[in-house]
């Protein structure tokens, strides 16, 4: 393994030019030091996985070290740890020899002596957290000259030098067994010197490699390279490290653990928007679609596939994955990069002052031609995204804004291994509660009569979106609703020979779960959230039975989940309501936010049936869900591979259409119990109590003292465990304006009290005020707007692009919910901020222009600021609840009075009184 370093002195203009020198020096992996470059994360640049370490994305670019890694060996990585921005920690395991390999940039020799004590505490307190048996590589910039005397850490061939950073790093080789491997290999000095002062002209040994003095892993050589040039003046060192063979076995995960995934085949989808090609397309399926009389649903589905992946092979073509966002060169600079490197091999072999020079100029030359480079590909890009923004083609810009801010938000490392996954997903996703251990069966299964309908095909499929994961299967959605006829009856045919015979095709059983990082240990399988993708067909399917199912069915007004008509923010509005008037009747408030255990995985099966049965649903609906929930399987997705199959028995299906339906009945059926023996509890409203407002499994409790809260408490979990569901009591939190703010007690367990929560996506603070809720939505935007800088700031780019862009991302984070905001002067300020905020920087103008506002409002155009379309959205709520049912709780609430006299003094701004 040849493992490298490279001071490159800023990588944001060199990264094309940087990546195709270590590529014809062939590293396996290369540390580079003094990238420059901001945040921690990780991308895929040619055939390099690159993992970086920076400053915080807030300050100013300096220091930075990252890691170059060859593909072939990303499968060894185990761990990343970033320490910081001078030092990176990978940890692998390569033909089972654990190595732990640091990148390291340490502090100048003339640093302050409080920042060189942070570094190597730093890196003395990273070196004494790698387990013993590993093998240590510390490797980078260190800034320090060794000398050649301390012949217990350095060897007999290093420079005579030494200064404060050298013997600081012997001393720290000292105390952890470390060794300087540069100096113990005979070189020419050519070889020797990694770096040579361009002013002074003096030769130093400043980038190292360190190991352990006692090592298995045998170090060939270290040495210099001077023919790859950046425009730096630090050479690259390379070390060639040998791993003996280890005659143990090789690997204790089994290997039907891992397949390859088949099929993966993207077809241009886009081109059946042109008539010509959409109807061409329907020529071709409808030829090879034959007769199905004859067939189950297992054959007519195979057939279907095969018809419309051969009529996609013929019409549309492959699309070839598609690379991140990438700057090209041109050949003239890229032939003006060569004549540079050759004048810069001639300068270094002969040292002359007029090659130096010539080298110089030539470096300009290059720089700035990098530069025009560079704003002629975003002149392109701006372009691309001027001509079809805010036009028919609005998808397409919105890919390629997604795709030049697009920061790898998903991993390229696989650190968990399969057999891992395996264990985790089949604890959560098969049931282990013996008590709800029992297999689904269909009762009084008969041959119905067929109900599915062409208009019931059409809708499913207008309701199906795009440009979503078509696995498994790998049919994609765009490839049925550019249908014509053919296919609808073709799917009609399909869906009710299913209706008639209850068998279900093979693959609508198989789903595929792809996990996402939330935050914390990488290593932990607790810190992702599975997502699950079921086949499109079976999307389609389930939908149909869905619309047939909830006919007739009515759930309480506390529910606002997976409801037509309803939103989020019926519940924000009910709760901001009662907040505002019990604070101005000084009546104290009791809120218990609810977070039910994994609620969506955890729903028993064998309850399902039971409860949709007592709402009378047709018993031929219900035996056909039951059939659905057979034999369920899934398999784990890791980048483009998947495992074996798992059984799935528990929770419910993720991606199917019917499961928030069902979701909905489930939780009625839980709660019904509980809202008849909490009936005279909760917040009076009129004649009526409201307990709790519920929005799928979002719940928040409320109660008119603390008694009531407990005792509602009790019964509801008491309820829920009844169902088989578990509140997480962890991160259920209490909440109370103006009463008593202690924790509260349920048996032997304690729920915290906090000062505000974030119920759903909006801040609610103990003081029942909506500036905290301000301040979030405004800093949300404020970082949407610094990540668009360089497209917002680029000249190219019309005025009127700009503010549709701003209309379309940065306006709709700031005014989620805002139609509860009552507005006075200063808040009014702090939102037109913001905006200003982005139209000064579309206008390319500063605060060192000194130009007033009324000035820069009038150069952008605008004709209706931010707060009046936040008006407008106050006053359009209004009349969405004033038109609502009387018996909807967000028409009761706007117009419900306290019984109990208004406190003293000056009345607050209400919302009522706003709109």
């Not at 006692?214 to 730096?232: F, M, S």
């Not at 068998?503 to 932990?524: A, F």
């Not at 609906?621 to 074996?644: D, F, H, P, S």
């Not at 367990?749 to 119920?759: G, Q, R």
């Amino acid at each position: 393994m040849k493992i490298g370093t490279w001071n490159i002195q800023g990588l944001r203009t060199k990264q094309r030019e940087v990546i195709s020198k270590i590529e014809k020096m062939n590293l396996d992996i290369i540390i580079l030091t003094e990238t420059k470059k901001k945040g921690t994360w990780e991308e895929i640049l040619n055939e390099y996985l690159h993992i970086w370490s920076g400053v915080p994305k807030d300050f100013r670019a300096r220091s930075g070290v990252s890691f170059l890694i060859k593909r072939k060996w990303t499968k060894f990585i185990k761990q990343i740890e970033n320490i910081n921005e001078r030092i990176l920690r990978i940890d692998m395991n390569v033909f089972r020899h654990k190595i732990t390999i640091l990148g390291v940039y340490a502090v100048n020799d003339n640093a302050l002596v409080d920042e060189k004590n942070k570094f190597f505490q730093d890196l003395s307190e990273t070196i004494a957290s790698i387990p013993y048996q590993n093998e240590i590589i510390l490797i980078g910039d260190f800034n320090s000259r060794v000398g050649n005397r301390e012949r217990e850490v350095v060897g007999q061939y290093g420079e005579e030098s030494i200064n404060d950073n050298g013997e600081r790093l012997i001393n720290l080789c000292k105390e952890h067994a470390l060794c300087v491997r540069n100096t113990l290999f005979r070189h020419k000095n050519i070889h020797k010197y990694t770096r040579i002062d361009p002013v002074r002209n003096i030769q130093s040994v400043i980038d190292l490699v360190v190991v352990k003095n006692e090592r298995r892993v045998k170090l060939n050589d270290v040495r210099v390279y001077r023919q790859p040039e950046c425009g730096t003046d630090h050479h690259m060192v390379v070390s060639k490290h040998v791993f003996p063979f280890r005659n143990k076995r090789r690997c204790t995960e089994k290997d039907t653990d891992f397949l390859i995934e088949e099929n993966d085949v993207n077809f241009k989808t886009d081109l059946l928007k042109q008539y010509s090609v959409e109807m061409l397309y329907q020529n071709r399926i409808k030829n090879k679609l034959e007769n199905s009389e004859d067939k189950s649903p297992e054959e007519m589905y195979n057939h279907l596939k095969e018809a419309v992946f051969e009529a996609a092979k013929e019409v549309l073509g492959v699309e070839h994955e598609k690379s991140k966002f990438v700057e090209k060169f041109s050949e003239n600079l890229e032939s003006m990069i060569k004549e540079k490197k050759k004048i810069y091999l001639a300068w270094i072999s002969n040292r002359n002052d007029d090659t130096r020079k010539e080298y110089g100029e030539k470096r300009k030359e290059v720089k700035e031609l990098v530069k025009i480079e560079k704003n002629e590909h975003w002149e392109r890009l701006c372009r691309d995204i001027d001509s079809t923004l805010g036009y028919n083609r609005s998808t397409e810009a919105w890919k390629t804004i997604k795709n030049m801010r697009k920061n790898c938000n998903r991993s390229k490392i696989q650190i968990i291994t399969p057999t891992k996954w395996i264990d985790y997903y089949e604890t959560i996703l098969q049931e282990n509660r013996v008590e709800y251990q029992q297999d689904l069966e269909c009762t009084h299964w008969q041959e119905w009569e067929p109900e599915i309908s062409r208009l019931d095909v059409k809708r499913a499929l207008a309701r199906a979106k795009n440009n979503k994961a078509p696995e498994p299967g790998n049919l994609r959605m765009e490839l049925l609703k550019y249908r014509g006829s053919s296919i609808i009856e073709y799917l009609q045919n399909l869906f009710n020979r299913i209706e008639v015979s209850g068998v279900i095709p093979q693959e609508w059983n198989m789903s595929y779960i792809s996990s996402i990082h939330k935050k914390g240990d990488k290593t932990s399988c607790e810190n992702y959230r599975g997502i699950s993708v079921i086949p499109s067909i079976a999307r389609l399917f389930p939908s149909i039975l869905k619309e047939k199912i909830q006919k007739g069915i009515t759930f309480s007004e506390e529910q606002s989940g997976f409801r037509s008509g309803r939103s989020c923010l019926d519940n924000i509005h009910c709760l901001r309501q009662i907040i505002e008037k019990y604070g101005m009747h000084n009546i104290d408030t009791y809120m218990t936010f609810i977070d039910l255990e994994k609620a969506y995985d955890s729903v028993p099966r064998c309850k399902i049936w039971p409860a949709i049965k007592r709402l009378k649903v047709q018993e031929k609906w219900i035996n056909l869900v039951t059939k659905m929930y057979q034999n369920t399987e899934a398999c784990i997705k890791m980048g483009r591979k998947i495992t074996r199959s798992i059984r799935t028995n528990e929770g419910l299906k993720q991606g199917c259409s019917l499961s928030p339906l069902l979701f909905n009945i489930y939780m009625e059926q839980a709660l019904e119990t509980w809202y008849k023996k909490c009936s005279q509890m909760g917040v009076p409203i009129n004649d009526k109590c409201l307990h709790a407002l519920v929005f799928a499994d979002d719940q928040v409790i409320m109660a008119a003292d603390r008694e009531d809260m407990e005792y509602m408490l009790r019964k509801l979990k008491e309820e829920y465990e009844k169902w088989g569901l578990k509140i997480n009591l962890k991160k259920t939190e209490y909440l109370c304006i103006g009463g008593d703010a202690s924790n509260i007690n349920i048996a032997d367990d304690e729920i915290a009290n906090v000062s505000k929560f974030k119920y759903l996506g909006t801040v609610i603070t103990d003081d029942g005020k909506i500036d905290k809720d301000i301040t979030t939505r405004l800093a949300m935007g404020r970082n949407v707007i610094k990540a668009l800088h360089g497209l917002i700031w680029n000249s190219v780019l019309r005025q009127d692009t700009k503010r549709h862009i701003f209309h379309s991302i940065v306006k709709i984070i700031i005014l989620y919910g805002a139609e509860m905001w009552p507005l006075t002067k200063r808040r009014r300020d702090r939102i037109r901020s913001v905006e200003l905020d982005f139209m000064r920087r579309s206008l390319q103008i500063t605060r060192l222009d000194k130009i007033r506002n009324e000035v820069v409002w009038e150069r952008a155009g605008i004709q209706t600021t931010i707060t009046r379309r936040l008006e407008n959205k106050a006053l359009q709520w209004y009349g969405h609840v004033q038109r609502m049912r009387n018996e909807r709780w967000p028409k009761q609430i706007v117009n419900w009075i306290p019984e109990r006299s208004r406190r003293r003094g000056r009345p607050g701004l209400t919302w009522k009184t706003y709109t």
